[in-house]
């Protein structure tokens, strides 16, 4: 296994994937796959930096995106500001017709959709969302509304929500297709840039991994836009469940912290879990996602004084450029990593993706600055930060745990990113987790995650039903039409089945396996149970969905650890822990190897990133190259 990191390079990212694969050294012709995760999507919601997108839907239900749902956030703030929908009022278009439950109710009037058409041409937007009423079910309507619009606006892109979401629930099938359509001329342009840059360099067409955690083609990734925007965390959870794996430990929660942000996820029995229910910048969007939680604080995250001169970490983030006060890059505000840097984790001077030199001076005076406001000194502010920053992280890994119903002590910690093994001890003290685990690859899981990804696609069919009065053998022709429709995208795939079940009056569902229908019931009362802290057997069961996933595995690498090498302290340094400056080894990753131990306090400094060891935490390197840390007793 060969890792190489490079700084990104955000106004264009195929720039910084070109010049990762050039920092490896691998040759062209030896590369077999290519693979890659990102954020283009992500950053397109959060900017709101989309498409001209219109929506076109049945007469009358042209703000069902502006209404959404009563369950707000802040239900009772009459002061917070929604994010605007996607598509603005404007650009919501009409058709005359109906479908209800039975199926039609009304005809579509063909002249309703003639003068959409022509609106639309006249509206000169790039990107159109059809979502009619119960076209989930009943897609005929929808089909020919966008025949007419694929046939009239050559070069607009059209999603319909019966190919997007065929589920129920207006509002979510409308807020995820306008994303699809939002996303895809933007996605389309980016990965036809980095197809081409591959092609000129010699390298195999791209594999552009989804937030379900598998890896699809150029083309489908443009197909399914909305399927992109967890593109980029995905691939460090399927890395983490892997390695985790290998090392012995099924029951993870993961902790990547980067330069912008912490994602954290759950992996039972060794799976990355995956959800439904998410919210991307106000967004939501109902696809299969790995389950990741994520929080704005990450190396990058700024350190402030509100009004009330209290300290803040976040959201903003000084990013790549120009970075940390440390970087000498133009930055003067202090972050996550100045406070990390000033104390001591991170050596003055250190090199980071061959590009930017760490100045323990630049972030002294920037800690300064804040600390005058604040009534602090550099050492104070720097202690501070370091802990509100952890404050926001513990908080985000209960979410993923505890409001799971989940005991983070019965989990091992897995720690990366850049910045994960510098916080992890501290997070695990936090939590009462007992092993923390920082692979080898820490720095760049994520691309690892990447490479041993499976090619993966997912369906989902509606099926509205009461479990008792469900028809097995009409479960079995749903599911066979799915396997039938992945036959014709995958070559020879597996398949896992699942169904979405509640308990009827609910207004959410669980998803549970689906291969034995018979057995149905009782794993959706466990799954509940263990989720909610109860189960009703007495109440009926609905089916709501099923779902068919279907992968087809790719090679997976061999991971192994050299012996180490006799000397791996290369110096000792001042660092503080909890306001005390103790003289601490540092220990080269690269020249430990399995077996070697490490006893804090301590750090260990990875190729592409640093740990360190928290007084009363110990522990050695295992065969797969995975630091396993353990709270020591007493």
């Not at 694969?21 to 954020?39: F, K």
């Not at 602090?376 to 799971?404: D, F, T």
């Not at 601490?584 to 399995?594: C, I, K």
Request: aromatic content about 6%; charged content about 25%; some cysteine.
């Amino acid at each position: 296994m060969i890792t190489a990191k490079v700084p990104s390079t955000p106004r264009d990212q195929s720039e910084g994937v070109m010049r990762a694969v050039e920092a490896a050294g691998i040759e062209a012709a030896a590369v077999a796959a290519l693979a890659h995760g990102m954020t283009v999507a992500t950053n397109a919601l959060l900017e709101r930096r989309g498409a001209r997108t219109a929506l076109v839907t049945t007469e009358g239900f042209r703000d069902v995106l502006e209404i959404a749902r009563q369950n707000r956030p802040s239900l009772y703030d009459l002061t917070q500001d929604r994010p605007p929908p996607l598509v603005p009022r404007e650009l919501r278009f009409t058709v005359r017709e109906r479908m209800g439950p039975e199926g039609e109710i009304e005809p579509l009037d063909e002249e309703s959709l003639r003068e959409a058409v022509s609106a639309l041409r006249e509206a000169g937007v790039e990107a159109v969302a059809v979502c009619l009423l119960f076209a989930f079910a009943y897609p005929e309507h929808e089909r020919r509304v966008g025949a007419a619009l694929r046939e009239a606006l050559p070069g607009v892109h059209v999603s319909l929500s019966s190919e997007v979401l065929p589920e129920f629930r207006e509002y979510e099938r409308f807020s995820t297709t306008a994303a699809d359509a939002y996303l895809a001329p933007r996605l389309a342009a980016y990965l036809k840039n980095l197809a081409e840059k591959a092609e000129k360099a010699g390298l195999p067409p791209p594999l552009i991994m989804q937030s379900s955690g598998g890896v699809v083609r150029v083309e489908d990734a443009i197909s399914d836009a909305a399927g992109c925007v967890l593109s980029g965390p995905a691939g460090g959870v399927v890395g983490a469940a892997y390695v985790g794996s290998l090392s012995g430990h099924r029951d993870l929660l993961t902790f990547d912290m980067g330069g912008t942000s912490t994602d954290v996820a759950p992996i039972l029995n060794g799976e990355a879990q995956t959800t439904t229910e998410t919210v991307v910048a106000g967004v939501p969007i109902k696809l299969p996602m790995v389950d990741v939680h994520t929080v704005s604080a990450g190396g990058g995250s700024i350190a402030w004084a509100d009004a009330g001169g209290a300290l803040r970490v976040g959201p903003h983030s000084a990013g790549a450029e120009p970075g940390p006060a440390a970087y000498d890059k133009g930055g003067r505000e202090p972050t996550v990593t100045d406070a990390n840097l000033y104390l001591g984790y991170l050596a003055d001077g250190a090199q980071l993706g061959g590009e930017v030199v760490l100045r323990r001076r630049l972030s002294e005076e920037a800690l300064e600055r804040l600390g005058r406001k604040l009534g602090l000194g550099a050492e104070e502010a720097a202690l501070g930060i370091v802990r509100v920053a952890n404050a926001q992280m513990a908080r985000a890994l209960r979410v993923i745990s505890v409001e799971r119903g989940l005991d983070p002590r019965e989990f091992a910690l897995f720690a990366f990113g850049g910045a994960g093994g510098m916080h992890a001890c501290a997070l695990a003290d936090e939590l009462g987790v007992r092993t923390v685990l920082v692979p080898r690859a820490g720095g760049v899981l994520s691309a690892l995650g990447l490479a041993i990804s499976d090619l993966r696609r997912d369906y989902v069919r509606p099926y509205l039903s009461s479990l008792e009065e469900a028809d097995e053998k009409d479960l079995e022709e749903r599911f066979a039409e799915m396997e039938e429709a992945a036959v014709k995208e995958l070559e020879d795939p597996e398949y896992t089945r699942r169904a979405d079940l509640r308990y009827r009056g609910q207004s959410f569902e669980l998803t549970v396996e689906a291969d034995d229908l018979r057995g149905l019931a009782e794993r959706f009362h466990a799954v509940h149970e263990r989720r909610y802290g109860y189960r009703m057997e007495d109440e009926p069961v609905e089916l709501v969905n099923l779902r068919l996933t279907a992968t087809v595995s790719v090679g997976k690498p061999e991971l192994d650890e050299p012996e180490p090498e006799p000397e791996t302290e290369t110096g000792r340094r001042k660092a503080n822990f909890d306001g005390e400056w103790l003289e601490v080894p540092v220990l080269a990753r690269e020249r430990m190897g399995e077996g070697s131990e490490v006893e804090g306090p301590a750090i260990v400094e990875f190729r592409e990133s640093t740990c360190v060891v928290r007084p009363g935490w110990g522990g050695r390197v295992d065969g797969v190259g995975t630091l396993v840390l353990e709270k020591r007793d007493g």
